[in-house]
Each structure stands twice: as structure tokens, then as C-alpha cells.
């Protein structure tokens, strides 16, 4: 039966001679789908056009400028000093002390600014506007902020004292304590950390 049939089909399909021109186009297509690097992998992959007569002849044109590797590149050794390395961060211990000159004054070590949240020292430098000497939270650069988030001000006073322990921040109460999770979780998705705060060796 299923013979009869395919017999049938392919005495229908050989008499016609669109339907060679669309079984070859069908093959076409089912093998560049299959096999995509056969055909054109250059032009996808690397993004130069296809070679043509045109692209040959300015190739042999500017061959003599191709003369030697350090000719076709851009990098240069004198330019190649110029490059900016991409800036890196030492994740380090910083005490309450040594956190204190990163408040962007003048002064602040490479002008930046940092600030501890729960034990975790961010560099907030990016919101200068609110942690700069001119910022309303201008007070938190360069200290230990958890007690202040957690109460809600930013007045001097609520800063801890620079040469006591860290503030253990155990009186906080329920509210205060979610209020500062709230904060953390804000400078964490928003600053990179580039430390944790520590206690100084004798305190
Ligand atoms: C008078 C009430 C206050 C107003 C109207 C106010 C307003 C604002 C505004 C508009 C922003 C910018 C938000 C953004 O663009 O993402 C902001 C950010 C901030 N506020 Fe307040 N604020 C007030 C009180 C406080 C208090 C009491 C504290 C805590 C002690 C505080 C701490 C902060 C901090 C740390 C940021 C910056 C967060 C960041 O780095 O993205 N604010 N505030």
C-alpha cells in the first residue's frame, strides 16, 4: 500500500520539472540550516564581506602598507603605553581610623569615597552627590554609617567614636534592624564592596 503511494508520488513528481527546481531548493535549504559553516562561515563569522574583485584589488593595493605585523596594527609600543590599565580593587581590612581619610575632601586617597554598612566598607564614590563634602549624607563619607541608616539620621553625633570598637549595634531594635538590612541590601546591589571593617589591633 504505502509503495503504491510512494510510487504514485514519484511518478507525479519526475513528469514535472518545477518540482525539481523546488526539491533542489528544498536540499539547499535543508543543508545550510544543517550545516551553517559550510557555506558563507567567513562573512558571519568574522564580519569581513565576501571577496570580490573589487575587495581583491584594494587588498593588493594596500599590501606593501601590510609589510610587517607591527605596520598593520594600531598598537603601537609608544601608544601601547598610554593604555589605561582598567582600575583594580584590593578588597582590604580598614579600620574606623583608616576609613576616615577615603571622605572625599580634598586629599581622599585616588579622590574616593568610602563607607562602611554592617561590617562591609563600599566604595560610594559614584554618589558623590550624596556622599561628597557639598552631599546632604556628606557625615557618613569615610565612616561607619550602619548606626545612622538604622535610625535614620545623619547627624555627626550618631557616628561612632573612631578610636572604640565597632559599634556592636546590638541595642537596635526590630525596625531599626530591617531598616539597616534595607540599606545593605541597597549598597550591596549599588557599590562595589572593596573591604570589610575591622577592629584595630588593640582595641
Ligand atoms: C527629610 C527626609 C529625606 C528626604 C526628603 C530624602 C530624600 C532622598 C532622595 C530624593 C534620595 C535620592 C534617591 C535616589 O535618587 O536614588 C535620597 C537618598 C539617600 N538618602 Fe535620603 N532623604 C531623607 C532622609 C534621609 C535620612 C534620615 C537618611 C538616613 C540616615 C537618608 C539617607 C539616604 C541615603 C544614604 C541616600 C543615598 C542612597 C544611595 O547611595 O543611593 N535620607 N534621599
Do not use: C
Not at 53 to 66: G, V, Y
Not at 145 to 163: H, M, N, Q, Y
Request: charged residues 25%; aromatic residues 10%.
Amino acid at each position: 500500500m504505502i509503495q503504491e503511494v510512494f510510487g504514485r508520488f514519484l511518478h507525479d513528481f519526475k513528469d514535472n520539472p518545477i518540482n525539481w527546481v523546488l526539491a533542489a531548493a528544498l536540499i539547499y535549504m535543508v543543508q545550510a540550516i544543517l550545516f551553517p559553516s559550510v557555506r558563507g562561515a567567513p562573512a558571519t563569522e568574522t564580519g569581513t564581506a565576501p571577496e570580490t574583485s573589487d575587495t581583491r584589488a584594494a587588498d593588493q593595493a594596500s599590501s606593501s602598507k601590510k609589510a610587517s605585523p607591527a605596520a598593520s596594527s594600531s598598537v603601537t609600543p609608544a601608544s601601547r603605553d598610554k593604555i589605561k590599565h582598567p582600575e583594580t580593587v584590593v578588597f582590604k581590612e580598614y579600620t574606623m581610623r583608616e576609613l576616615l581619610p577615603y571622605n572625599g575632601a580634598d586629599g581622599s586617597p585616588n579622590g574616593k569615597i568610602y563607607m562602611a554598612v554592617s561590617g562591609k566598607v563600599f566604595d560610594v564614590s559614584r554618589g558623590a552627590n550624596f556622599y561628597g563634602p557639598q552631599g546632604p549624607y556628606g557625615n557618613f563619607a569615610g565612616q561607619d554609617a550602619s548606626r545612622g541608616l538604622a535610625k535614620g539620621t545623619f547627624e555627626k553625633d550618631i557616628l561612632p567614636d573612631v578610636g572604640k570598637p565597632i559599634d556592636t549595634l546590638e541595642d537596635l531594635n526590630a525596625e531599626e534592624r530591617d531598616a539597616l538590612k534595607d540599606w545593605e541590601s541597597l549598597f550591596v546591589s549599588k557599590y562595589p564592596q572593596v573591604g570589610v571593617l575591622v577592629n584595630e589591633k588593640d582595641a
